[in-house]
């Protein structure tokens, strides 16, 4: 059984730590979206983590220390005005970053990318259920995905290499627009290897930011990528 009254009060002391002021409407969502995931995986099998207690930390608390600096991204003025406040999450799995991300800002639309079809109707059913019109579920790969307006910021949590995320998302950044991918460890090794492939010539890394996740004893970054 799992003690949700104190999963919820984990929750709040969870958004207090990282800063963000969210309504108790916002909170009710974000903690009907846990439950949804957690009922959701006992059946499809969304992610390895099937701890309630594990769930909030290292899915819904991790997530959440990102939308700070991912809204802040979105938002910004140098991006052109179709593009603003639109937000890719590539691989999005079981919906992180980009659920919580969606619910904490409604001012931000997302779009979910994934390629196995029983995730992106977890997304989808989530979206309906939890009455999220700013967020939306696409199935299929990234690389083939044609947007004209482009995204403020595209942002993967756990998808694949920095090389990889660059070449097969960074057609959909919007002029001023940027990556952000979420990571553990610093990723030095994973930056070498961008250089490595000549992707230093077309891109940068801006800023490697050091992300503190509240009761989660392990390192966590966010790598900001943009064009030259």
């Not at 002029?175 to 961008?194: C, F, H, S, T």
């Not at 492939?197 to 990528?225: C, F, S, Y």
């Amino acid at each position: 059984m799992t003690d949700e009254a104190a999963q919820r009060k984990r929750l709040e002391a969870g958004l207090d730590a990282i800063g963000l002021a969210l309504s108790p409407t916002q909170v009710d969502t974000l903690f009907a979206y846990l439950t949804l995931l957690r009922k959701w995986n006992s059946v499809y099998n969304l992610t390895a983590i099937r701890h309630p207690d594990e769930m909030l930390t290292h899915h819904l608390l991790d997530s959440l220390a990102a939308v700070p600096a991912l809204a802040d991204a979105a938002r910004v003025a140098s991006v052109p005005d179709a593009a603003r406040g639109r937000v890719l999450d590539v691989g999005s799995g079981g919906g992180m970053p980009g659920m919580p991300l969606a619910i904490a800002c409604p001012d931000v639309s997302v779009l979910m990318v994934d390629i196995v079809q029983k995730k992106t109707a977890f997304l989808t059913q989530c979206r309906a259920q939890l009455r999220l019109t700013n967020a939306a579920a696409h199935w299929g790969p990234v690389e083939k995905i044609e947007d004209a307006a482009g995204y403020a910021v595209i942002t993967s949590r756990a998808f694949a290499e920095l090389t990889d995320f660059v070449n097969l998302s960074g057609h959909l950044v919007a002029p001023g627009g940027r990556l952000l991918a979420m990571k553990g460890v610093y990723p030095q090794a994973e930056i070498d290897r961008m250089a490595a492939a000549g992707l230093m010539e077309t891109w940068q890394v801006e800023a490697v930011t050091k992300l503190n996740v509240p009761e989660l004893d392990a390192e966590r970054h966010i790598v900001a990528i943009s064009r030259r």
